[in-house]
């Protein structure tokens, strides 16, 4: 979960939700609190109901954005790891394929070293 604050009362702006001057919109709220109104719910009902799906919708984005972020750390540890012992494998085979020509060159200087001395 994120450090924000919970917002105690969703029916009070934050500063990214203000109008610009010259603006002029109704808040959605109301909008759904009038269509709720001409379903035959009351007023105070649809507000309440508004206000505890934007709670419950800021909490599962919350929940959501910690589980997909928890998600892509595991998968690229995962892919690291995998990398990692693709990298390793592979420089162990080069390593592999040319340590037989590397003893033989460096026994090769070695004898002629010592026919030398």
Same mark, same amino acid.
């Given at each position: ?8 009362d969703?029916?009070?702006?934050t500063?990214?939700e203000?109008? &610009?001057p010259g603006? %002029? ?7 759904r609190a009038?269509a %709720?109104?001409?379903?035959g /719910?009351?007023?105070d /009902? &649809?507000?309440?109901a ?10 599962l984005a919350?929940e959501?954005?910690?589980? /997909? ?5 595991d ?8 990398l990692v ?5 592979q420089?162990?085979?080069a390593?592999q394929a040319?340590?037989?020509d590397?003893i033989?060159q &460096?026994?090769?200087e070695?004898? &002629?070293k010592?026919v030398r001395?």
């Amino acid at each position: 979960m994120t450090n924000e604050p919970e917002r105690t009362d969703p029916g009070i702006p934050t500063l990214t939700e203000v109008l &610009a001057p010259g603006e %002029a919109a109704p808040p959605p709220e109301d909008d759904r609190a009038a269509a %709720a109104a001409e379903q035959g /719910v009351p007023a105070d /009902v &649809a507000v309440f109901a508004e206000r505890v799906s934007a709670r419950l919708t800021l909490q599962l984005a919350d929940e959501i954005t910690t589980m /997909v972020e928890r998600r892509c750390h595991d998968a690229l540890i995962d892919q690291t790891s995998w990398l990692v012992q693709l990298i390793g494998k592979q420089v162990a085979d080069a390593l592999q394929a040319q340590l037989p020509d590397r003893i033989r060159q &460096a026994v090769i200087e070695e004898v &002629a070293k010592q026919v030398r001395s």
